[in-house]
C-alpha cells in the first residue's frame, strides 16, 4: 500500500530564516505531487504541483520553492520566511491523470 | 474560486444518519464530485467520489441527483469520530489534479 510521510511535523521558526519540508512517497512510482497551505480555518490553497523529476509548476506567486530531487521526493523551501508564511503545510500525491488525491500528516509552521 | 458551497456547519446526533448537502450547479458533464473530510490538524481524508450514478463505499454514501446541480454526502451511522471539517470538491479527473479546488467547507460535530 502507499504511504505519504511528512517532516517535521511542527516548526517554529524566526522571520528571515529558511525553510525546508519534506515529503515521501512509497509504494508508488511516478507520482503526481502537490504542496498545499492552509490558513487557520480556510480551505486549502495550492502551492505547487509536480508531475515528474524537476518539473514544477506554480500555482501562486509568492517567496516559496519547490523541487523534486528524486522520483517519490518532494522539498518546499523559502530563502527567507514572512510571517504570513505560517500556516499548516499539506503534501499530497495521486497517479497519472486520476483526480483523487490522497493527503500527508502535514507540518504546522509558525513563524515568529 | 470553489465551485461548491456548502453549509458553514451542522450538528448530528449520535448514531443517526448525517446529510451534508453541497450545490454545484456549475459543474460541467466531465466533472468529478469528491469528498473529503479532516479533522483538526490532519491532513485531509479521501472519501469517495462519483460523476453520475450514487456511490457506496465503507465509509459513505454518496447521492448525485440528476442534473447533477447538488449532492449529498451521508454517512448513515454518525459517531463521535466523525466530527470534522467535511469537503465537496468538483473537478476534472482528467488533470493533473491542479483544479482540486478546497472550499471552506462543512464543519459536521457529532453530539452525543
Known amino acids: 500500500s502507499q504511504t505519504i510521510h511528512q517532516w517535521p511535523a511542527t516548526l517554529v521558526q524566526p522571520v528571515g530564516s529558511p525553510l525546508s519540508l519534506e515529503c515521501t512517497v512509497e509504494g508508488t512510482s511516478n507520482p503526481n505531487l502537490y504542496w498545499y497551505r492552509q490558513a487557520a480555518g480556510r480551505g486549502l490553497q495550492l502551492l505547487f504541483y509536480s508531475v515528474g523529476i524537476g518539473q514544477i509548476s506554480s500555482e501562486v506567486p509568492q517567496n516559496l520553492s519547490a523541487s523534486r530531487p528524486q522520483d517519490r521526493q518532494f522539498i518546499l523551501s523559502s530563502k527567507k520566511l514572512l510571517l504570513s508564511d505560517s500556516g499548516f503545510y499539506l503534501c499530497?500525491?495521486?497517479?497519472?491523470?486520476?483526480?483523487?488525491?490522497?493527503f500527508g500528516p502535514g507540518t504546522r509552521l509558525t513563524v515568529l | 474560486d470553489a465551485k461548491t458551497t456548502q453549509p458553514t456547519s451542522m450538528d448530528c446526533a449520535e448514531g443517526r444518519a448525517a446529510n451534508l448537502p453541497c450545490n454545484h450547479s456549475?459543474?460541467?458533464?466531465?466533472?468529478?464530485v469528491y469528498w473529503y473530510r479532516q479533522i483538526h490538524s490532519q491532513g485531509p481524508q479521501y472519501i469517495i467520489h462519483?460523476?453520475?450514478n450514487n456511490e457506496t463505499n465503507e465509509m459513505a454514501s454518496l447521492i448525485i441527483t440528476e442534473d447533477r446541480k447538488s449532492s449529498t454526502l451521508i454517512l448513515p451511522h454518525a459517531t463521535l469520530r466523525d466530527t470534522a471539517v467535511y469537503y465537496c470538491i468538483v473537478s476534472l479527473a482528467d488533470n493533473y489534479g491542479q483544479n482540486f479546488v478546497f472550499g471552506p467547507g462543512t464543519r459536521l460535530s457529532v453530539l452525543p
Open positions: 499530497a500525491w495521486n497517479r497519472g491523470l486520476a483526480g483523487t488525491q490522497y
Open positions: 462519483g460523476l453520475k
Open positions: 456549475t459543474i460541467s458533464g466531465n466533472e468529478y
